[in-house]
């Protein structure tokens, strides 16, 4: 058995998925980078490790009853942002203390179940959803950033459930999904921001 790389990610609902992965079309065409279209459209919660497969036995049951026990919370998008050390640049995740502690939470029972070491060195989380990174040329990354980050961005969506990807060697799949407690808190969250 060969070991298989897995992530946890939020990921936006269809409608708020489809104009950002425009937005990453327009970003990848216009600097002719293709890397940050590989991966759907999500926020990185955990972020990619790899183990055996045997670990989603393992992992699936645990986040499923922990979800149960999570409310449903909003999350504000606002504007562009990167990250000038590593080359990315992305659309930026308001401060949020209840994504910060949902996440917090979540990485202690991840490692509870399963302890990676490369999860144990994710402490800084800095939630954002990539429009491009890896292969923008670096002669246009200061090009790219500036204009970017100059534009606006805002949307709002409720998170009322996370996913656990894997990867199949070529694409990242949905593997399972974690609805989170008490939906119907989740629902009138979703009616307020209508």
Not at 4 to 14: F, K, N, R
Not at 117 to 139: A, M, Q, W
Not at 169 to 188: C, D, P, T, Y
Request: charged share 25%; glycine share 4%; proline share 8%.
């Amino acid at each position: 058995m060969r070991p298989t790389i897995y992530m946890l990610a939020i990921m936006p609902p269809p409608e708020l998925t489809k104009d950002i992965e425009q937005i990453r079309f327009e970003f990848a065409d216009k600097y002719n980078c293709k890397a940050a279209l590989k991966p759907p459209v999500h926020i990185t919660l955990i972020p990619p490790y790899k183990t055996l497969p045997d670990s989603e036995e393992k992992i699936v049951p645990v986040m499923e009853q922990w979800a149960v026990t999570q409310i449903p919370f909003p999350v504000t998008l606002q504007n562009y942002s990167a990250f000038k050390n590593n080359g990315v640049v992305f659309i930026d995740v308001l401060s949020n203390d209840l994504l910060q502690s949902f996440q917090r939470e979540l990485r202690g029972k991840f490692l509870e179940v399963l302890p990676m070491p490369e999860v144990k060195r994710f402490t800084s989380f800095h939630p954002h959803l990539t429009i491009g990174y890896r292969d923008i040329p670096k002669d246009v990354f200061k090009q790219a950033a500036e204009e970017y980050t100059a534009r606006s961005f805002f949307a709002t969506f409720i998170v009322d459930r996370f996913y656990l990807w894997r990867h199949d060697g070529k694409q990242w799949q949905v593997l399972h999904s974690f609805a989170m407690g008490n939906i119907s808190v989740g629902e009138r969250f979703r009616e307020s921001f209508d």
